[in-house]
């Protein structure tokens, strides 16, 4: 009866512990639980960007012009740390007329562009980022615009604001007539959403 008692105490005690270790909050492993997230799922994939720009140049004697543009970059995602694309706008200068060499004041920017987040954004809603765009206007010539900003909303879909520095090459004429190339920095502020 002695052994009896101490095998069903220890068999009582071997069910409590072993329920107990089942009760255990484990971390589901990746695909063993459907109802999952898998976040990787959001670092690869495709691109879209679709801001505005404007800006004013700096010269610090002579004349200075306005710039208003319109872009849309299309690209692939490799990580929330780099992302590239293609990218297409339409530009107009404001009080162009003493800088450029061309009475109409649009202008068509075609560039390449990387970015991205400086610091990881899956559980943020506010991440800095850094951009990169270099390419040519048309009627005008070589661009380039680097970018410091800010990503607001989710990693996949997020309002944007930046800063940015272009230097672009205007097309003018000189005395004689001819076309030369005359490099403006300008100064801007971009708006956009991307996902």
């Known amino acids: 009866m ?5 095998v069903l105490t220890l068999l009582v005690s071997s069910f409590y ?5 089942n009760q255990i909050k484990r971390i589901p492993q990746v695909g ?3 109802n999952q997230e898998i976040y990787t799922e959001y670092d690869r994939g495709f691109w879209v960007a679709a801001e505005f720009l404007g800006g004013y140049s700096s010269h610090l004697s002579g004349h200075n012009m306005g710039v208003g543009e319109l872009d849309l970059t299309v690209g692939y995602r490799m990580n ?4 590239f694309g293609v990218g297409l706008g339409a530009r107009s200068y404001i009080e162009q007329k003493h800088l450029r060499r061309h009475k109409s004041s649009w202008g068509l920017p075609i560039f390449v ?5 400086m ?4 559980y943020r809603k506010v991440v800095p980022y850094w951009g990169m765009e270099i390419g040519g206007s048309v009627r005008d010539g070589f661009m380039f615009r680097p970018s410091v900003g800010m990503r607001i909303g989710e990693p996949r879909q997020a309002f944007t604001l930046a800063f940015s520095y272009m230097g672009q090459n205007i097309a003018t004429a000189d005395i004689s007539g001819d076309r030369v190339g005359k490099f403006t920095s300008f100064f801007c502020i971009r708006l956009g959403y991307e996902y």
């Open 80 to 83: 929330q740390f780099l992302k």
């Open 32 to 34: 063993k639980d459907v």
């Open 113 to 117: 562009a990387a970015r991205g987040n």
């Open 17 to 21: 512990a072993f329920s107990q270790n």
């Open 2 to 6: 002695k052994n009896t008692v101490i």
């Open 119 to 122: 610091i990881p954004g899956l």
